[in-house]
């Protein structure tokens, strides 16, 4: 069945570090990619998406391809901010229906 | 910013009482889900919805049920309360069509069954 890995967390970084937090996939097709990010006390919200193979997504900074020979979707930043402490979720949409399939989480921690 | 709302925020409540969350999006979405999850762990889908009268259970079983009378509108209750509900409840909704799959979530209901 369709799946998703990420890497472990958490991840601890110092401020402007390069950030890269992995995700890859098992999925049948040309499934639909996406980021969330869920910062302490909310819900998730929608970082970056790509839809077709070679696609980047971007958004504030982060930015994310789309790699249908490796099954992956990393995410990365080049210079992180203590802001950007928080969990990140690596999703894709099920061929078969409306659902998302979600990857575990990674916990990203900051420090100044 | 998406329209999606969840009320209460935080809920203390004790065991074998009968509560509802309560979710409401603004989109006019017709699909709509209830994840649980505990606060930055794995999300665990629960219910779904597709539209209005229709609702089906999620891979996570729950002893919680939900309804869709309203496209807007999608409650989720549970008859008692117990201390194994605690958790973090998550509603999302997504338009489903033309391509458009992301999900929109509200800020969530963090319930504490004592």
């Known amino acids: 069945g369709d799946s998703v890995t990420q890497m472990e967390g958490p991840v601890t970084l110092s401020e402007e570090a390069f950030l890269t937090i992995n995700c890859t996939y098992t999925?049948?097709?040309?499934?639909?990619l996406f980021w969330y990010v869920q910062y302490p006390g909310e819900g998730l919200q929608l970082l970056l998406k790509a839809t077709k193979a070679d696609d980047k997504g971007s958004n504030k900074g982060f930015e994310a391809t789309y790699r249908k020979e490796t099954t992956s979707f990393h995410l990365e930043k080049g210079s992180v901010q203590v802001s950007d402490s928080a969990v990140y979720f690596c999703?894709?949409?099920?061929?078969?229906?409306?659902?998302?399939?979600w990857g575990a989480g990674t916990k990203l921690i900051i420090k100044p | 910013e998406a329209d999606i709302y969840q009320t209460p925020r935080y809920l203390v409540i004790g065991t074998g009482k009968k509560i509802t969350l309560e979710c409401s999006q603004t989109m006019g979405h017709d699909k709509m889900y209830w994840y649980q999850q505990d606060p930055g762990m794995e999300l665990h889908l629960i219910h779904y919805?597709?539209?209005?009268?229709?609702?089906e259970k999620g891979d996570l079983s729950s002893e919680s049920t939900v309804s869709r009378i309203r496209t807007e509108h999608f409650p989720l209750t549970l008859e008692s309360a117990r201390p194994s509900h605690t958790s973090q409840y998550l509603c999302a909704s997504s338009e489903g069509n033309r391509g458009v799959y992301e999900q929109y979530f509200g800020p969530g209901t963090r319930l504490t069954v004592t």
């Open positions: 919805s597709y539209g209005v009268n229709s609702t």
């Open positions: 999703a894709l949409k099920k061929d078969s229906n409306y659902q998302l399939i």
């Open positions: 999925a049948t097709g040309y499934p639909s």
